[in-house]
């Protein structure tokens, strides 16, 4: 088929037109064949994928098998990349309102027509409200990177990612405890402890494959602490059905057995770490007898784990997660596990945690510059420094501690709806569906009908785009080049596998084509996609050569862990330049740098002390996610889909096209119900209708529900108004000090 006639059939709206995806792969036999190294963006990881072309069609993707991680691996999604590209229902033209908002009626434009039309109104609204009455979100990545620095020229400072709804926590809680992000040494580990981090189901190929290799060890043990018996538990050597929510008592039970009994790495601990004191009167009361009725673990059970992960350590891995049980105390829980970290000692010890030895860091310990490094073009671009609606960053705000490049999104729909601390009119939104992905749908919902303005860029009219003014469609992953990326030791560049489809545009082209025509690019220092990639290569030809032909590039460097005298000596060998750095223990201690104000662990903090007092150190405030309902509502990741993303692409809605709510079996009949039967989930903020699956492998007094269903999405046929969406029932309400997004909720159920 060819580009022409592709386009002469469209159909829908005009513009929506298909490619029957076994069709198109039938329809060439003969032509060139090639192979495209590149990146994959069906979720966030950022594997390294191979794309067979032909005829300028792309036909298959594995992973790239010059990746020795995950070799020639991709999971489902990854492998579905070709169905997205040629999904029917994908947007090729931008689209103008012409219905009521919301009605998903639509004119097709040209790209000029579109552009004018968002340039002419964002320059009407900043001349008459401000700059700040415009609202920027994307989900974090390459095309929130665009979008800032877009948001930052046009001078608005409310810039948001998807941070707040995910991984902020475990982000601010190692920023705040070690000064930085750290590694899970999965694959070097013997006791690995999981709190429902379930990375057979929301997966991340390498350490998904580490896991696994761990979990079928004879000589390791995967506890894994869970509500439901999901994946992970099921690979596990014991299972504990904690009650939801109480994952905090729990772990300062843990720490309490450990300095009651002093069992823990105390030479570490005076070296490295402050706030000794603060913790110990903090878990002075939280013994194994007090946690028994709030986990529902038995106190035997954990002094027996206490002292299995002690011997065990610093061999010992107690998993952060990524977003796993989410609880108003989630910061609590999350720092609760970075002690507990500490006090095994395991920190740059082989099998416990580390500081990433990217390439930057590789130069600076070997003290030469040997790998190359980058530039970040987008370092000019700073977020105003005025107020922002949710007061991220701002002194005093509750989201003092917040990113003011990431912001809070529970925050949005309160501002608006209060029009403090100032009135808000248009939105502009990159690859973000608000309405599935973020608490309090109901709100959001009012919050956007008192907008004048909304423009959304995405490859689908999804439940957010199509409460657009103007829709601009954004090339799939495969129809265009990026920027590179540094990935532990080396970088990876997502590069173009076959010509665009349509009319659709990099959300890169879309950003700078209107920073030019709105006049407000002084600041950007290059044009085009290859002038970007230049600069961040600082002219390294050959750099950008291999990324272009072969996606990475990666440094074969010795494995290192400045705490463990084998690897250091193994690493002297091929660079002995850090031989003089090596104290009379055999380790690299003068390179251990903590970025905290102490320059220590931080098992007390002082400046979330001040601002939020009692939580400097351990506490257990408002862990209750129950809230006086009969279930605990929580909800996770299906290997199949993407959060709210991939639904409707037909190969993988053929594998699960709708999410049934677990119920605990024996409960369900004692409340008269069946499995298939159909009820509604409701509390204070929604209510919804799901059907319900039978099963044991849940607690009675929780539900559980794979995110990313129950769409209002009229364009994409596969998935309207099938299954359920669970943020209806969230509250906008975040969690202390990391102001995160709380997924797990209070709902009883009724009969439909
Ligand atoms: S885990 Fe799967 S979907 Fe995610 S980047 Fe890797 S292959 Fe793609």
Not at 213 to 230: C, G, H, I, M, W
Not at 354 to 363: E, M, P, R, V
Not at 391 to 411: I, P, Q, T
Request: net charge neutral.
């Amino acid at each position: 088929m060819q580009r022409r006639e592709f386009l002469k059939g469209s159909a829908f709206l005009g513009s929506l037109a298909c490619i029957n995806p076994v069709l198109s792969a039938n329809a060439f036999t003969n032509g060139d064949k090639k192979s495209v190294f590149s990146v994959c963006e069906m979720c966030s990881t950022r594997c390294p994928i191979e794309i067979s072309v032909k005829d300028n069609k792309g036909v298959f993707i594995n992973g790239n098998p010059k990746f020795s991680t995950n070799k020639t691996s991709v999971c489902a999604r990854g492998g579905a990349g070709i169905n997205q590209l040629y999904d029917k229902n994908r947007l090729i033209k931008p689209l103008i309102r012409v219905g009521k908002r919301g009605e998903n009626k639509w004119r097709e434009a040209s790209w000029d027509e579109a552009l004018n039309l968002v340039a002419t109104k964002l320059n009407e609204i900043k001349e008459k409200h401000g700059a700040s009455s415009v609202i920027f979100t994307s989900k974090a990545g390459e095309s929130h990177t665009h979008m800032s620095n877009f948001a930052c020229a046009y001078g608005s400072p409310n810039i948001f990612s998807h941070y707040s709804s995910c991984p902020i926590t475990y982000n601010m809680v190692l920023e705040h405890t070690y000064g930085g992000g750290l590694s899970r040494d999965f694959a070097n580990a013997k006791y690995i402890v999981n709190f429902g981090h379930n990375l057979f189901e929301g997966i991340v190929i390498s350490d998904a494959k580490k896991l696994a290799k761990f979990a079928a060890a004879s000589d390791t043990k995967l506890l894994v602490l869970e509500p439901r018996f999901s994946v992970v538990a099921a690979k596990a050597d014991e299972w504990l059905p904690i009650k939801p929510g109480t994952d905090v008592a729990f772990l300062m039970a843990l720490i309490h057995i450990w300095l009651r009994d002093e069992k823990y790495d105390k030479e570490f601990v005076n070296e490295y770490c402050i706030g000794l004191d603060e913790l110990k009167a903090s878990v002075k009361d939280t013994s194994p007898k007090w946690q028994e009725s709030i986990t529902g673990i038995s106190a035997d059970t954990i002094e027996r784990i206490a002292d299995e992960i002690y011997k065990a350590a610093p061999k010992v891995v107690i998993d952060w997660g990524h977003k796993t049980t989410t609880t108003y105390a989630e910061y609590q829980r999350t720092r609760a596990i970075a002690i507990a970290n500490a006090l095994m000692g395991n920190y740059e010890k082989k099998g416990g945690i580390h500081t990433s030895k990217n390439t930057n860091t590789l130069n600076k310990i070997i003290g030469e510059d040997i790998f190359p490094t980058l530039d970040n073009p987008s370092n000019v671009f700073k977020v105003p420094n005025t107020p922002r609606i949710d007061g991220a960053g701002e002194d005093g705000n509750k989201n003092y501690f917040v990113s003011r490049k990431h912001g809070v999104l529970m925050d949005i729909a309160p501002a608006i709806l209060s029009k403090k601390p100032y009135p808000i009119k248009a939105w502009v939104n990159t690859r973000f569906n608000h309405l599935v992905n973020v608490a309090n749908v109901n709100e959001s919902l009012k919050a956007i009908n008192e907008l004048d303005f909304i423009v959304s860029i995405d490859i689908y009219l999804n439940d957010f785009s199509n409460l657009a003014d103007v829709v601009l469609p954004e090339s799939s992953y495969l129809e265009r080049d990026e920027s590179i990326l540094s990935v532990g030791n080396g970088y990876y560049m997502r590069n173009k596998a076959v010509e665009v489809i349509g009319d659709t545009k990099s959300g890169f082209d879309i950003f700078r084509k209107l920073a030019s025509m709105m006049k407000i690019d002084e600041l950007y220092t290059y044009t085009t996609i290859d002038e970007y990639r230049m600069q961040q290569a600082k002219g390294n030809v050959d750099l950008l050569a291999n990324l272009k032909k072969d996606g990475i590039v990666t440094y074969k460097v010795p494995s290192l862990y400045l705490r463990e005298p084998k690897t250091i000596k193994e690493f002297a060998k091929t660079y002995p330049q850090i031989k003089d750095k090596i104290d009379s223990n055999g380790e690299l201690s003068s390179l251990i740098n903590f970025k905290t104000p102490s320059k220590k662990i931080e098992l007390f903090i002082e400046k979330v002390e001040n601002l939020f007092p009692t939580h400097g150190c351990l506490n257990t405030t408002d862990y209750d996610v129950f809230k006086n309902h009969e279930f605990c509502l929580t909800s996770g990741k299906t290997p199949i889909h993407t959060n709210a993303h991939t639904q409707n692409i037909p190969i993988l809605n053929e594998l699960m096209s709708e999410s049934p709510v677990w119920i605990n079996e024996t409960k369900a009949k004692e409340l008269g119900f069946k499995d298939g039967d159909l009820v509604y989930l409701e509390n204070e903020f929604g209510k919804i209708q799901v059907k319900l699956m039978l099963t044991q492998g849940i607690r009675p007094d929780t539900l559980f529900i794979y995110h990313g269903f129950g769409r209002n999405t009229p364009a994409l046929k596969n998935i309207h108004e099938i299954g359920a969406n669970d943020s209806i029932v969230l509250g906008s309400r975040s969690g202390y000090v990391c102001s995160t997004m709380v997924t797990n909720i209070g709902v009883d159920i009724k009969r439909a």
